[in-house]
């Protein structure tokens, strides 16, 4: 069978028996080097997208690879939640050790975690008798995930219309508006959801007044102040958290995505006051923070906060968002972003940019309608982004010649 027969294969079963919940290229996405994916028929793609800013440490990673391994010669894959297990309890210590957290509970994709955040800010106004306060405030152009509950809090009606009723309590307020907080905020208020820099939305930092005036409202409610730095956290921006460059601390944070470097894993962390509210019994996952995840997660921790490794972040992230800016296109209207999260934001639909990038070998994603985003592997050089670049700018202008 050629290349050609063997890519058309795999669409075809694709197309016959998976669910078309995806609208997926036509190529198929065979191995990976460092920062480029390869099809089956052996055309590169330079990787700005890393799996949804998942795959911090790029392809092939030799620790990565170690880990998985030395995982694997234990003869187990899995045991459950019902026993002790080295690597879960040692990514929860690596967790708390780095970050403003007591505790960690491990689940298995970020929806799960905000699903958990949600539970937890719940409960602790449950244990004071307060039952009543179940609110969580959630705000415009945010994402935290499909699932029912994270689903009522992810404000965009083409998510939520077709799958109502979703969780009831969910209050919206606007994004960087203190006012709309303000008036949002209240005695009923469990917990308040934030992304401190928007991804899905169109990567929109909060400004630092914002998230303060959160912190100060929920501190006043007496409400959980949940950060979600599904996207944002690890690394992403500079710093190991995003929250560090606001000086703003929450009460429980969710991590996803580049946890485990492509391997699925979520976690809530949290203070000791939110953890002393969650009792046996309250919340759990069969799979959650076992063997083969926690053991790379552990990999992926140690690596990302190395203050080398932030400080590379850092300045490729700052050479990127130069780079973008100095492009000349009557199609861009804004760059924005922080660290290794960039966005363009176009006056056009972003979609087919993305699209016209596969042509030229280079994969990007959209980020809501007009926005086109970057989120490659935080192990990318300058080369890598002088390469994007040039594919992008004849990427613009042919669009804006078209
Ligand atoms: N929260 C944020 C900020 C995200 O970007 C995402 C995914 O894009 C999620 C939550 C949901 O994560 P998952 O797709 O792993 O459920």
New binding site residues.
């Given amino acids: 069978m050629t290349t050609v027969d063997l890519t058309q294969q795999v669409i075809d079963l694709e197309q016959t028996y998976v669910v078309q919940s995806y609208a997926r290229p036509p190529f198929v996405l065979a191995r990976g080097e460092g920062v480029t994916l390869y099809d089956t028929e052996g055309n590169a793609y330079l990787d700005f997208v890393a799996g ?2 998942v795959n911090a440490l790029g392809y092939g990673d030799a620790d990565i690879t170690a880990a998985i391994q030395q995982a694997l010669s234990n003869g187990v894959l899995h045991v459950s939640n019902l026993y002790h297990t080295a690597p879960h309890a040692e990514l929860a210590a690596l967790l708390c050790e780095k970050s403003f957290a007591d505790r960690v509970l491990f689940c298995n ?6 699903e958990g955040a949600i539970k937890f800010a719940r409960k602790v106004a449950y244990e004071k008798g307060k039952t009543d306060k179940t609110e969580i405030v959630t705000f415009t152009n945010g ?5 029912i509950g ?1 689903l009522a809090v992810t404000p965009k009606e083409k998510y939520q219309k077709p799958f109502a009723p979703l969780m009831p309590g969910a209050v919206l307020a606007e994004f960087n508006s203190i006012e709309s907080a303000q008036a949002a905020i209240g005695p009923k208020t469990a917990g308040v959801i934030v ?1 401190p820099i ?3 939305g169109g990567i929109n930092p909060a400004t630092p007044e914002f998230l303060r005036a959160l912190r100060e409202l929920c501190d006043k409610h007496d409400a959980v102040l949940i950060f ?5 956290g690890l690394g992403r921006t500079g710093t190991l958290w995003a929250h560090e460059q606001y000086g703003v601390t929450p009460d429980i944070m ?1 991590l ?2 580049p946890l485990a470097n492509g391997l699925p894993i ?1 976690a809530v962390l949290c203070t000791e006051a939110v953890a002393s509210a969650i009792k046996p019994g309250d919340h759990g996952s069969t799979f959650a923070g076992g063997l083969l995840v926690a053991s790379v997660a552990k990999v992926v921790v140690e690596r990302i906060s190395q203050p080398e490794f932030l400080a590379h972040v850092t300045e490729v992230g700052a050479y990127l968002m130069e780079r973008l800016a100095e492009i000349n296109s009557p199609l861009i209207k804004e760059v924005r972003g922080r660290g290794l999260m960039a966005g363009i934001e176009l006056t056009i639909p972003a979609v087919p940019l993305v699209k016209e990038g596969f042509r030229q070998g280079l994969l990007t994603v959209n980020a809501g309608d007009n926005v086109l985003r970057f989120v490659p592997p935080l192990i990318i050089e300058k080369k890598h982004i002088d390469a994007m670049i040039e594919k992008l700018t004849v990427i613009l202008s042919e669009a804006a010649n078209a």
């Fill in positions: 949804i800013a994709s970020g929806a799960e975690a905000n994402f935290h995930g499909r699932t994270a992304e928007q991804g899905e979600d730095e599904i996207q944002c969710t996803a995505k979520g």
